[in-house]
């Protein structure tokens, strides 16, 4: 396997940056002159290089003016692409670029040329008909301290792409949620709100974190969890009081999705919990203010939404209750065949990994192709040769991975979809 990885553009790395460049001018002339360049990265311009075998094997040079960054050149020797390099280096470059208040990012390109993959996948918008890429960033330089101590980051925009099976659900949430977000002219046009605050629920490794990282990455929005286990815990008001000051620090950040995980912590039944009744009533109070401005969403995510306090789950709090369920028999063979061609290229009968997992959620499969990966692993080290995975390392796999879920939390699930879902 190619091992590489990105770091900041020194000027000793200037000759072998010319000779990547060399490599490819088959790909079309670059718009930007060798000399611009140059010039750009002798004066400080920001720049990341992709480091392989111990020397540059991809280069992205930018210029900045005011708000807005051109890129100069993104280039990346033949035999290190197809590799993730491009996205890379267009994201590390972009975080650069962020901390110099750049807002808009754009870049021309020669016709398919090296980059435009890339490009696309870091979520820039193609101009028809030209190979001009342009990003409006979603950040300003002030969110940047307030999120990089939450810590809040950007999620890569493939990680949407990436989200194996559970097709229904993820189209269920791309109507609902990205898309009223993501095109809000279109949406007023036709009285549609886009939501501000939605709850997941569904067993434990079904998938909740990973669809609320993925929307992030779809809106090209950052992520910021805030987690009810390390809130502070001094003082009678100590909880409630760290919940407050948490939303304090976001209310000025312009785009946001946050993401609580096992909220019930926070906003269970008062009746059941009264020692967290503060913290329940500041939660509530914080949601309105939360709502009132654009661009942000709040995911609340529960393994028990019956858990919950009524008073959160009344409409004008949450525009969405929308469950998450474990994978049907389609979406295990999705999620079998994305690990299996992750982990060997030997032929795996997938549809009988899929119905030895019936109980399996996402996470209980990623387990058990990570545990066949190991096996294949340890026994190419005791042979001293290649061993890749085969049938028998999964079946084993399978065998030893205790499921998560139970019949007994399938019927309650079914249950709470009755009582509680709201889509």
């Known amino acids: 396997m190619d091992v590489w990885h990105i770091r900041d553009f020194d000027a000793s790395d200037l000759d072998q940056a010319v000779r990547v460049w060399d490599a490819s001018a088959e790909d079309g002339a670059p718009l930007f002159l060798v000399a611009e360049v140059i010039e750009a990265l002798l004066g400080g311009e920001p720049a990341v290089v992709a480091i392989g075998d111990g020397r540059v094997v991809g280069t992205c040079v930018a210029r900045v003016t005011g708000e807005r960054a051109w890129v100069l050149r993104i280039a990346i020797e033949p035999g290190w692409r197809r590799k993730g390099i491009g996205s890379a280096l267009l994201g590390t470059l972009e975080e650069r670029l962020l901390r110099l208040g750049v807002r808009r990012i754009a870049a021309l390109l020669p016709g398919a040329g090296v980059g435009h993959e890339a490009f696309l996948h870091q979520g820039y918008e193609l101009t028809p008909g ?16 307030v999120l990089g101590g939450l810590g809040g980051r950007l999620i890569a925009p493939q990680a949407w792409d990436d989200l194996a099976g559970m097709a229904d659900t993820k189209a269920l949430i791309e109507r609902r949620v990205v898309m009223p977000l993501a095109r809000t002219e279109l949406a007023a046009r036709h009285g549609v709100t886009p939501p501000k605050a939605i709850v997941l ?13 993925a929307a992030a990455g779809r809106l090209g929005w ?13 003082g009678p008001h100590g909880r409630a009081a760290a919940l407050r000051e948490f939303f304090e620090l976001i209310h000025d950040v312009e785009h946001l999705i946050l993401f609580i995980d096992e909220v019930e912590e926070i906003a269970g039944r008062r009746a059941a919990r009264p020692e967290t009744e503060g913290l329940t009533n500041d939660l ?15 995911v609340c995510a529960t393994n ?4 919950l306090d009524p008073a959160l789950l009344r409409p004008g709090r949450f525009d969405y209750v929308l469950p998450i369920g474990p ?7 999705a999620l079998w065949t994305r690990f299996v061609e992750a982990v060997t290229s030997e032929p795996i ?7 030895q997992t019936d109980l399996f959620t996402p996470a209980d499969i990623e387990f058990a192709a990570r545990k066949a990966a190991q096996s294949a692993f340890e026994r190419a080290v005791s042979a001293g040769a290649p061993s890749p995975a085969v049938a028998s390392d999964f079946r084993a796999a399978v065998t030893a991975t205790r499921p998560t879920l ?13 009582r509680f879902a709201r889509d």
């Open 130 to 145: 030209v190979e001009y890429f342009e990003k409006r960033e979603p950040l300003r330089p002030a969110d940047l301290d």
């Open 201 to 213: 629920f569904g067993p434990p490794g079904t998938g909740k974190t990973s669809f609320a990282k």
């Open 222 to 234: 950052p992520f910021v969890e805030l987690f009810p286990s390390r809130l502070a815990a001094e």
């Open 284 to 298: 509530l109070k914080a949601i309105p203010a939360f709502r009132a401005r654009e661009h942000r969403l709040l």
């Open 304 to 307: 028990s939404v019956r858990d």
């Open 327 to 333: 994978p049907d028999p389609v979406a295990r063979a």
């Open 349 to 355: 009968e997938v549809d009988a990994l899929v119905r």
């Open 406 to 418: 139970t019949r007994a939390l399938i019927r309650d699930f079914e249950e709470d979809i009755e």
